[in-house]
């Protein structure tokens, strides 16, 4: 016998309760009640007990329905905690919630920098518009629920004029197909970190459990959310300092390494080892070719190929490093450490090498520098005994002339070739510019196989060569692009071998470059053949002659050639002012006659020969060539007034 067939009594509903029966199975005994012909007051106590019942078997309903919710939040907290990246946990954040109350889809939107939230997460989504979905600070449903920190939620969002609007809300619903739509703050703490959005596709009212459990899922994901971020950034940071140790664990493992192999290279050099030996060590540690060069800018040894390094590059970059006391590095492989010992110069270390230089490879090069410093001072100690090339030619620029007469063995001393000629070059030295000046002249005198000194304010230097213009303009134009500013130098030939005359030619070169001075101009260089009748009264041989012949040789041939007189015609044009016409009446002659013998001087003197600056060189050979017609032709009445 069933339930229902039972009389109605306390058993029977408590029967009905147990078993979970249907709301329909009460309907159905309180019915079969009032059929079975009880008395009306039997049937009001069954209707009073069977609507007790059926309250009873809501409440338990209930109970039940949020027992499973419990669950279900409980799970969904506990899933949170075990995401261990933050698009992960958001992922899981909106399937829970549309799981939780078995809606069609939900939306994960978190707060960005402007005020506003942004849709970085859904479940449940149909269409691309959802994850582009940005929407202002304090516009649409997501705004008033950051306002307000409450759920904001609607059963019909097309047609609740209640809801707030936002343009951007609006596209991604229509594109949804979305109906009913709940917004949730995410709240941690006093801070609202971003809205979770759950949508119906139908229209459905939200209950006040569902709105309750929702809330209470976007309040623990809030807490997850930012426990992930904390743990990303601790990851980060982490992962940072992690690298941070190895890189410090890897550069002091390879800085002891550098220092062993620096340290065994200055113990090789305090023990006698030589330059060779370390332009070795170094070349073979840093896997390139070595070249060490002393004070002179001369090579004192290398090892590996230097073949494809252009020297003059090289020497450009010796010169650089050690004017600025620093490294220098060229396109193509080229690394010079000045050798230095403290504010004292001593050279160049240069490497060549086509890879480039990491930490370690440039602490190698230090330590090759260090060691490169001590062979330098023991060359320095054991040759004390030895006058250095630079004395030395400053005791041949200050020597008596007894002394400066024997030219081979002062030669011979100074490293250079007696059987070549020879000339000084003198350049002016800005304040502030002797050191680079010195250091530049130095490696100048090196590669030119020559020898320099520095005295007072000037540069000299003895250099191979018969030119001494040649040599005293590449000088001013080397030596100002070195230094950066214009340089003005003079220079001299030597009269004999590279050492007698020296001091004759420092003079001659010196007082050349007092000339430069006095006329004033940016850098320039010359010589007493360069100055013209200047040069000539500077020059110590004052050769009178030799001013002639070169200003006027042409014209004085001709004349002793063909019997003309083209000398008294200058020498008449110039008396009248330079007028042709004057002149023919000076010398009673025709104006044509005066402008064919002019014509007849351009052709042997050139056509600058009216030029002021020739002029006064051809007036000037004029009256010296009267002096000396005067001194070889006496006067007769003088002659015989004497006798």
Known sequence: ?????????????????????????????????????????????????????????????????????????????????????????????????????????????????????????????????????????????????????????????????????????????????????????????????????????????????????????????????????????????????????????????????????????????????????????????????????????????????????????????????????????????????????????????????????????????????????????????????LRGRDQLLEELLSAPPREERQGRPWARRLGLDPDRAHCVVVARVENGTRGRAAMWAAGHASRRGGVKVVRDEHVVLLLPGEDAGQEARRVALEMGRALGGPVKAGGAGVVGGPCEGVSRAYQEALRCLEALTAIGGDGAAATAEDLGFVGMLLGENRDVSGFIDATLGPVLAYDKERSTDLEGTLAAYYAVGGSPTHAAEALQVHPNTVARRLERVSQLLGPDWQRSSSALQIQLALQLQRVRHSLDDPDPAAEAEAS
Request: with cysteine; charged share 30%; aromatic share 2%.
């Open 1 to 385: 016998m069933s339930l229902l067939d039972a009389p109605c009594g306390e058993s029977t509903l408590l029967g009905l309760l147990v078993g979970k029966a249907s709301p329909s199975a009460f309907e159905e005994l309180l019915l079969r009640t009032r059929q079975g012909g009880a008395s009306p007051e039997d049937i009001r106590e069954t209707e009073l007990a069977v609507e007790m019942a059926m309250r009873l078997d809501n409440r338990m309903r209930r109970l039940d329905q949020r027992r499973v919710e419990l669950a279900e939040l409980v799970d969904a907290v506990r899933e949170f905690g075990e995401q261990q990246n933050l698009d992960a946990l958001l992922r899981t954040v909106a399937r829970r919630a549309r799981r939780l109350i078995h809606a069609d889809a939900a939306y994960v939107a978190l707060a960005d920098r402007q005020g506003g939230v942004a849709v970085v997460a859904g479940d449940g989504a149909i269409s691309a518009v959802s994850t582009e979905v940005r929407v202002a600070h304090g516009h649409g449903m997501s705004g008033e629920s950051v306002s307000c920190r409450a759920p904001v939620w609607t059963a019909d969002y097309a047609h609740d004029e209640m809801v707030a609007r936002s343009k951007d809300l609006d596209q991604m619903v229509e594109a949804e197909g979305i109906s009913a739509l709940l917004a949730l703050p995410m709240r941690n703490g006093d801070q609202v970190i971003g809205v979770l959005l759950v949508a119906e596709r139908s229209v459905r009212s939200f209950t006040a459990d569902e709105v309750a459990w929702t809330n209470s899922l976007a309040d623990h994901a809030a807490g997850a959310i930012a426990r992930t971020r904390a743990l990303d950034e601790t990851r980060t940071r982490l992962a940072y300092a992690t690298a941070v140790q190895d890189r410090l664990r890897a550069e002091f493992q390879a800085e002891r390494e550098a220092a062993d192999i620096g340290q065994r290279m200055v113990e090789a050099a305090l023990s006698g080892g030589t330059a060779e030996d370390l332009a070795a060590s170094a070349a073979r540690a840093l896997a390139g070719a070595v070249m060490i060069r002393d004070d002179q800018d001369a090579t004192v040894a290398h090892y590996g190929d230097l073949a494809s390094f252009p020297e003059a590059d090289i020497a450009e970059a010796v010169l650089e490093a050690r004017l600025d006391d620093r490294r220098v590095h060229r396109d193509g492989g080229i690394t010079v450490l000045p050798v230095r010992s403290g504010e004292e110069d001593l050279g160049a270390l240069v490497l060549c090498g086509p890879r480039t230089l990491d930490d370690t490879d440039l602490r190698l090069l230090r330590h090759a520098a260090s060691a490169a410093t001590v062979l330098a001072l023991a060359r320095r100690r054991s040759g004390s005994g």
